[in-house]
């Protein structure tokens, strides 16, 4: 810190300045403690009373507080995090990653932890290759109940987070196997296959899904699916398209399928079968987690798989350590046995089902209303728009940045341009973190700086 005692602006001031700009720049972050006054005031040269007075007057204004007998703090009030904020709040972020996490029942979960803590020290050590038990069977349950999907606990492997999940499978099958996916694809499954070196085709996919008659020119590979509300086409797979997939895996040697559950939970009808239920638990890897129906932190993860692809992990996982917390899998093994995870679910999909209405209730009363397309709005936090309006797409892309509006589009997310079938400027709408008003703020901005072009 340097003061300039020739200038004009009294040393306290200069003090109170320079304080203020460490907090804002980063250099000073929450609950770090300032220098002692005698210290500071050796420091640079000034009295102690001077120092004093620079303090008070940050803690009048609430950058600092005054903690009797021990000193002087930056406050979490007023962190450098404080511009970020502002910034925030002119981004309308429509991301597809967020959910809503505010209503998730935190005293339970707390109450819980705290009883896993006390009643196992031992939970600190290192657990099962797979998993703590009591977690593996906690889903076992959950799924029979949820999803009548009926596998053995061994069969249940838990791992941190879908990515790592997604790595390590393609990790197991290397170069030996083709990794097969829609030509919109997953961009977190794709980059997965990518960051280890795996070959990725493409097989065209439209309104309906994965188109089998493309498939079934590939005499063996591992196909990647999300059967329901998958991203970002948001398309839900019919009963008999789930069939003809199981058949493809039956009529050939060396055929998998990835089933990704994310959306299971969040389906607003009648589920479906799962492809692990119709294929009786052959052939296909069920992969599912908890970061999108609990929060994006909660890195848990899982797969079911058919036992001849158990033994083989643990063949070529001969020194692996789990990586998850056993203190949150206890919890958790808690959190799912007592009922709390179907309650917070069932009252999520009510949650999220009220923000899509909100989201097409807004479009709709919009000057956008005549130009707007809406699709897979029947599950999950985020569903597809087109806007038929006479801007291109990367020109109205680069109008939403400058107005603060992140939303993506879905031909940021196509394998082969050749095979893509949806029109320029379709979107995917994220709305799972975004209360309503944020919601409604976004998308006015949107039909506002859109609305010549209609």
């Known amino acids: 810190m340097k003061i300039d005692k020739k200038s004009n602006i009294p040393m306290y001031l200069q003090i109170y300045d320079n304080i203020i700009d460490e907090i804002k720049n980063g250099y000073l972050i929450q609950f770090q403690k300032l220098s002692p006054r005698r210290k500071l005031s050796k420091e640079i040269g000034v009295s102690e009373q001077t120092v004093e007075t620079a303090y008070q007057k940050l803690v009048s204004d609430g950058y600092i507080i005054s903690k009797p007998g021990s000193g002087y703090y930056v406050s979490s009030e007023r962190v450098w995090d404080e511009e970020q904020r502002k910034m925030k709040s002119r981004i309308f972020n429509f ?50 109940r949820t999803q009548n999907i009926k596998c053995k606990t061994e069969q249940i492997i838990i791992g941190p987070g879908y990515e790592d999940l997604l790595r390590e499978i393609f990790i197991l099958f290397g ?39 493309e498939l079934n020119d590939f005499s063996d590979g591992v196909l990647y699916q999300e059967p329901t509300h998958d991203l970002p086409m948001a398309v839900t797979l019919s009963e008999e398209k789930r ?69 083989w992990w643990f063949k070529k996982k001969e020194w692996y350590l789990n990586r998850v917390s056993r203190i949150e899998q206890v919890t958790l093994s808690k959190f799912i046995d007592m009922g709390y995870y179907e309650k917070h679910i069932n009252y999520m999909c009510d949650v999220y089902k009220e923000k899509t209405r909100f989201v097409k209730e807004t479009i709709y009363n919009s000057v956008l209303a005549e130009s707007t397309k809406i699709t897979g709005d029947t599950a999950g936090f ?29 031909t940021s997310c196509v394998g082969d341009v050749k095979r893509a079938v949806l029109p320029e400027n379709t979107y995917n709408i994220g709305y799972g973190e975004l209360t309503n008003s944020k919601i409604r703020d976004g998308l006015n901005l949107l039909a506002d700086i859109w609305a010549k072009y209609i």
């Not at 996916?181 to 309906?208: E, F, H, I, P």
């Not at 087109?386 to 801007?391: A, H």
């Open 95 to 144: 991301s597809t990653n967020g959910v809503e996490t505010s209503k998730l029942p935190f005293q339970t979960w707390s109450k819980l932890l705290r009883l896993t803590i006390k009643e196992d020290t031992g939970l600190f050590q290192h657990g099962e290759k797979a998993g703590d038990w009591c977690l593996r069977k906690s889903i076992r349950r959950l799924l029979f």
């Open 175 to 213: 170069f030996e196997k083709r990794i097969i996916m829609n030509n919109y694809y997953n961009y977190r499954a794709r980059s997965a296959a990518l960051q280890v070196g795996s070959n990725v085709c493409y097989v065209t996919n439209d309104k309906d899904g994965i188109s089998v008659s």
């Open 243 to 311: 069939k003809a997939l199981i058949e493809w895996t039956r009529n050939g040697n060396g055929r998998y399928i990835i089933e990704d559950a994310s959306d299971n939970d969040f389906q607003y009808g009648k589920n479906k079968k799962t492809l692990w239920e119709l294929s009786n638990g052959e052939n296909v890897i069920y992969l599912g987690n908890f970061s999108m129906t609990i929060a994006p932190s909660m890195k848990i993860g899982y797969i079911i798989a058919p036992e001849d692809f158990v033994k």
């Open 382 to 410: 985020y569903c597809n728009m087109f806007f038929d309006i006479s801007l291109p797409e990367k020109e109205a892309r680069e109008l939403c940045i400058k107005n603060g509006i992140k939303i993506s589009a879905l």
